[in-house]
């Protein structure tokens, strides 16, 4: 890597008398910061004091940061001069930044981020900064900017590729029952109705009852017996926890936003309320006026705000593994054209198991929860199901796949189940409606969460309750006569439901 920094300090009088100091300081600096601290080939050159300004040039190739340099020199400085000559320093110009580095592939098309330009010939990338302040050094954004670059050009090689997919088991096949689209079958029997907006159902006595069942089985056959615990949690999700998890960054294009009200002062309100009274109509320009910037979203996964509930903490060994979970916060996710039946919804319902634990101690706990899973959805289901290792693009050219995949101590099982509505077995998508997840020490760092003496990772599961319902009702049905006695023996009779007229 090359840098190439030119910046001047702005002093608090006139430094054109002390020249000589200013040279020898400058001098010393390029030993003692650069080659005896950091090793690397580097070299700073005053190229001009000008009454109380002092033009700096730092070049340097390596790993070594010339703005990290120039902190250190404003620092030094400005104690070797209020000592002598009682002058400060007031401030820092950074004119231009040049930063030349090799990437691994040619990036296939221009690169844009925030704050720089950035040009590129064959492998080599040169970002450009030009006015930036001491406080944007200070904040680290360089060394962020130059992993952003590295990314977005890995992305151009992966965009399109999916997840790596690897199936590891897979039920015997099972004669449907039927052949329809639940969905359809049950808005036209009335169980259904499409929600008030977008994406969003309303769930009738008959279809709710199945969702209930649905929990009370990953309650009771999964969940309990392996010792999780029920905690409570807000389905309002703080910025700051995304940002650490990094749901922030990776999916801010599917969040829903939470704004609150700026004050429940009655005069501030009174002319939106008067002119709801009068238009009996909704005015958003009056409205967003009494309304804050989002500062939360909606749950997306119970996890985060589970994991920040154990923020700073040290964990006992005998709490180890901690295994908890939450089913009363609802899931909302933006999911555009995307949307179908109650399977793909911008509003869903889902326990979320999480576990923290050693390395030992949750891969012991996944194979226990393959054990109970498999046990639903094989003797109380009866479903046609497979289970295949999958690992996102990202982590693949990350290196995280061997040969051997499902040997690997962390990564996400899929949970499919074969859609008789969607054509063939080999031809059709079939539904993920489950996944589990070891994710290592990610979120435990994120966190700071320790142990008295382990070293902890982590890992979830996602229940999701319309996806279990749905992946039963598409092979069984909806006629209960027909549904599979495991399944009966938790839900003996369906409600007889609301009769219209």
């Known amino acids: 890597m090359r840098f190439d920094l030119e910046a001047h300090f702005t002093f608090s009088s006139d430094i054109s008398s002390i020249k000589k100091d200013m040279e020898k300081f400058i001098s010393d600096a390029n030993e003692d910061l650069i080659k005896k601290h950091y090793k690397e080939i580097a070299n700073i050159e005053i190229f001009k004091i000008e009454k109380n300004s002092l033009f700096l040039n730092i070049v340097s190739y390596g790993n070594f940061r010339p703005h990290n340099a120039l902190l250190q020199i404003k620092n030094s400085l400005g104690k070797e001069l209020g000592k002598k000559y009682h002058i400060g320093i007031r401030e820092i110009d950074i004119h231009d930044y040049k930063i030349e580095f090799g990437l691994e592939q040619k990036p296939l098309k221009d690169i844009s981020i925030p704050f720089a330009k950035v040009k590129s010939k064959g492998k080599q990338v040169t970002i450009i900064l030009q006015n930036v302040s001491e406080e944007f050094l200070r904040r680290n954004y360089i060394d962020r900017m130059i992993k952003v670059v590295k990314e977005k050009v890995e992305n151009q090689y992966y965009e399109g590729k999916g997840e790596f997919w690897e199936s590891i088991w897979e039920s015997e096949e099972k004669k449907p029952i039927w052949a329809k689209d639940p969905t359809e079958e049950m808005v036209d029997l009335g169980w259904l109705k499409q929600g008030p907006t977008k994406g969003k159902w309303f769930y009738r006595p008959q279809i709710a009852a199945i969702l209930r ?54 005069e501030k309100w009174q002319r939106f309320i008067d002119l709801t009274k009068i238009t009996k109509e909704i005015s958003f320009d009056e409205l967003n006026k009494n309304l804050s910037t989002p500062h939360a979203g909606i749950c997306y996964a119970q996890c985060p705000v589970i994991y920040w509930s154990f923020k700073g903490k040290t964990i006992s060994e005998k709490s180890l593994p901690i295994l908890v979970y939450d089913k009363t916060a609802v899931s909302a996710r933006y999911e555009s054209g995307g949307r179908h039946g109650i399977e793909r919804v911008d509003e869903f319902h889902r326990i979320e198991p999480v576990y923290i634990g050693t390395r030992e101690q949750l891969l012991n706990l996944r194979e226990k929860l393959l054990e109970r899973y498999k046990h639903v959805f094989n003797n109380i289901f009866d479903l046609e199901w497979r289970m295949a290792w999958v690992t996102p693009w990202y982590m693949q050219q990350a290196g995280k796949i061997g040969d051997d995949s499902i040997q690997q101590d962390t990564g996400t099982i899929d949970f499919e189940a074969y859609m008789p509505y969607r054509g063939s077995r080999k031809e059709s998508e079939w539904l993920e409606f489950l996944n589990l997840s070891i994710l290592g020490d990610k979120y435990i760092k994120a966190f700071n969460i320790k142990a008295q003496k382990s070293e902890l990772w982590s890992g979830c599961s996602g229940i999701g309750l319309e996806r279990w319902a749905i992946a039963f009702l598409a092979q069984k049905g909806l006629d209960p006569k027909k549904w599979p006695p495991g399944f009966k023996s938790y839900m003996k009779e369906l409600p007889k439901g609301i009769e219209f007229l």
């Open 213 to 266: 069942t649905m929990e009370e089985i990953a309650i009771n056959e999964v969940l309990k017996p392996l010792g999780f615990q029920e905690i409570i949690e807000s389905y309002v999700v703080p910025f700051d926890i995304w940002l650490k998890t990094g749901h922030l960054e990776g999916m801010p294009g599917e969040f829903y936003y939470v704004a609150e009200p700026t004050t429940r002062d009655v």
